[in-house]
């Protein structure tokens, strides 16, 4: 799990073919990998990879093609910047919101224009994922811990201050991007409720016993 603040900016290094799938090597910058051991968990723009290589300048993870063809990975090209976040520990703060890292689909910058100090950026999600974005709710674009202001139809925006696009690979998107899209999982978890007739029934006794009724 991940908790979409990002931690650092990194750089495609080199994508490796390997039997019909891609071993991708990030240089992972300034981001502390002390701590980091084989097959611990790393987002790469909120895709959860398994490092399976630790090098002098960053780490290596084998992406698979179902992971290609359904992120933006598939697109990046060595050179490109990537949002960084190791796992979360129990005993980290929880600064954004729980994040998967495993991607619903691929977005895509639609504009962005200058809000006081701020950028309104509008992205486009495919219809399938609509249902799940929310005014005033999460939703993690790229790896990063957003909060939605409006949406309109397949079409939702953010407000990002200064900071946000600095120190994240915003800084280099533009209209047109794709983008890898992560929904709330709680918005997917009330869904399923849903659709199984509603959320399950608390036994009346059980909340007398325990001084609810």
């Given amino acids: 799990m991940f908790t979409g603040i990002i931690q650092s900016v990194g750089r495609i290094a080199r994508l490796e073919p390997r ?12 981001l502390d990998l002390s701590d980091v051991q084989l097959g611990d968990s790393i987002a790469v723009s909120g895709v959860c990879l398994t490092v399976v290589t630790l090098e002098s300048r960053g780490f290596a993870a084998d992406v698979s093609n179902e992971t ?6 598939g697109k990046h090209k060595p050179g490109d ?4 976040e190791k796992a979360l520990r129990l005993a980290d703060r929880l600064g954004g919101h729980l994040v998967s890292g495993h991607v619903d689909g691929v977005g895509k910058v639609v504009s962005i224009a200058p809000d006081g100090r701020s950028l309104r950026w509008t992205f486009e999600v495919p219809a399938q994922l609509s249902r799940y974005i929310a005014s005033k709710g999460s939703v993690c674009i790229d790896g990063t811990s957003l909060t939605v202001n409006e949406v309109n139809g397949n079409r ?9 696009v600095e120190h994240t690979a915003f800084h280099a998107r533009k209209a047109g991007d794709a983008v890898n899209i992560e929904v709330d999982v709680v918005a997917r978890y009330v869904e399923r409720l849903v659709a199984g007739g509603g959320a399950p029934r608390i036994d009346e006794a059980f909340l007398k016993q325990h001084g609810f009724a």
């Fill in 19 to 30: 039997g019909g799938d891609v071993r991708l090597h990030v240089d992972t910058g300034d």
């Fill in 68 to 73: 290609l063809s359904l992120t933006v990975l």
């Fill in 81 to 84: 910047a990537v949002n960084l």
């Fill in 156 to 164: 939702f925006g953010v407000n990002l201050i200064p900071h946000t």
